[in-house]
């Protein structure tokens, strides 16, 4: 990822129609700062330049969303589900993993590889007695960026919304959205 120079922020500001004032709202950021930005008079933190850059993809309209990305019927087992429900589950459904929600939140996940290898006793156990820590999860107005460096090191994102799972975003959802 290449960072902006103080004069692509300008020029993309400008290209926009927006003032210093209208950026710094969306960004909520002051004015003098936006301003010293551009000038070149100080270098903003990341997390700050992060804001300005997306308020600025936001005016241009091109910011995808998790919503926009997120798969709103999510294939999940239950922690009280058998092993066995779950290796049908994601054999039926071609899924090398599933979300373990209990009452629609998230609470674990459980994979192919955690079920290679347990005997026949183990197949009539609870999922949660295998299931490993749950995915991620974001609001579904997470930015693009967030779910991609999630997905960095998990298999899958969790939206939710109040707690609860609304969406679900693989990288593959990522990859075939943006190519």
Same mark, same amino acid.
Not at 31 to 35: D, K, V
Not at 171 to 176: G, Q, R, T
């Given at each position: 990822m290449e960072l902006p120079t103080p004069a692509d922020l300008r020029? /993309?500001? /400008?290209? *926009? +129609? *927006?003032t %210093?004032?209208?950026?710094? =709202?969306r960004a909520e950021v002051s %004015?003098?700062? &936006?301003?010293r930005i551009e000038g070149g008079d100080v270098d903003p933190r990341l997390s700050t330049l992060r804001r300005i850059v997306t308020a600025l993809? +936001?005016?241009?309209?091109?910011v995808l969303k998790a919503r926009d990305l997120m798969h709103e019927e999510i294939i999940s087992v239950s922690p009280d589900d058998s092993v066995r429900e779950a290796a049908r589950v994601m054999d039926a459904d071609a899924y090398s993993q599933l979300p373990v929600l209990e009452h629609e939140r998230p609470v674990g996940s459980i994979s192919e590889s955690e079920l290679v290898g347990l005997g026949e006793d183990?197949?009539? %156990?609870?999922?949660? +007695?295998?299931? !490993?820590? !749950?995915?991620?999860?974001?609001?579904a107005e997470? !930015? &693009? =960026? +967030?779910?991609?460096? *999630?997905l960095e090191?998990? /298999?899958a994102v969790m939206v939710t919304e109040n707690g609860e799972a609304v969406g679900i975003i693989t990288?593959? =959802?990522?990859?075939?959205r943006l190519s």
């Open positions: 020029q /993309k500001r /400008k290209s *926009l +129609e *927006l %210093q004032s209208e950026l710094a =709202d %004015q003098p700062l &936006i301003a993809e +936001e005016a241009e309209g091109n183990a197949r009539e %156990q609870p999922v949660s +007695e295998h299931m !490993s820590e !749950s995915f991620p999860t974001v609001a997470a !930015s &693009i =960026d +967030e779910v991609r460096h *999630l090191y998990y /298999k990288e593959a =959802d990522v990859a075939s």
